[in-house]
Nanobody, 127 residues
Framework: QVNLVESGGGSVQTGGSLRLSCTAS????????MGWFRQVPGKKREGVAA???????SYADSVRGRFTISKDTAKNTLYLQMNNLKFEDTAMYYC?????????????????????WGQGTQVTVSS
């Protein structure tokens, strides 16, 4: 079992930036693959970005070029740097981890969700 705790959410105007953090109780095999997802009420959870065991990253088309995922293994922390935020980025953001890999489009494809989740941090973007 691994505990994930997100922080860094808040309210920002369009064009602004935020950095989300996700601290894991420990970096183990369970956190080999990690990612960020987001969800708004009434919609499926949407994959935002993922990073694998060797640092390879993947992004949703809607955030590519604006968001950057990274992790600091010394601090057991995953980050999501979000720049040029748009109104449509407003959502609850969740950190996830899975030893087998992260599929950003799991909800859309009907695949199993990542095994471990944080409680979420709210991001609100206003004009």
């Amino acid at each position: 079992q691994v505990n994930l705790v997100e922080s860094g959410g808040g309210s920002v105007q369009t064009g602004g930036s935020l950095r989300l953090s996700c601290t894991a109780s420990e970096f183990t095999a369970a956190t080999t693959h990690m990612g960020w997802f987001r969800q708004v009420p009434g919609k499926k959870r949407e994959g935002v970005a993922a990073i694998d065991s060797v640092g390879s990253t993947s992004y949703a088309d809607s955030v590519r070029g604006r968001f950057t995922i990274s992790k600091d293994t010394a601090k057991n922390t995953l980050y999501l740097q979000m720049n040029n935020l748009k109104f449509e980025d407003t959502a609850m953001y969740y950190c996830a981890a899975d030893p087998g890999g992260i599929v950003l489009r799991f909800a859309e494809m009907g695949w199993p969700q990542p095994r471990y989740w944080g409680q979420g941090t709210q991001v609100t973007v206003s004009s």
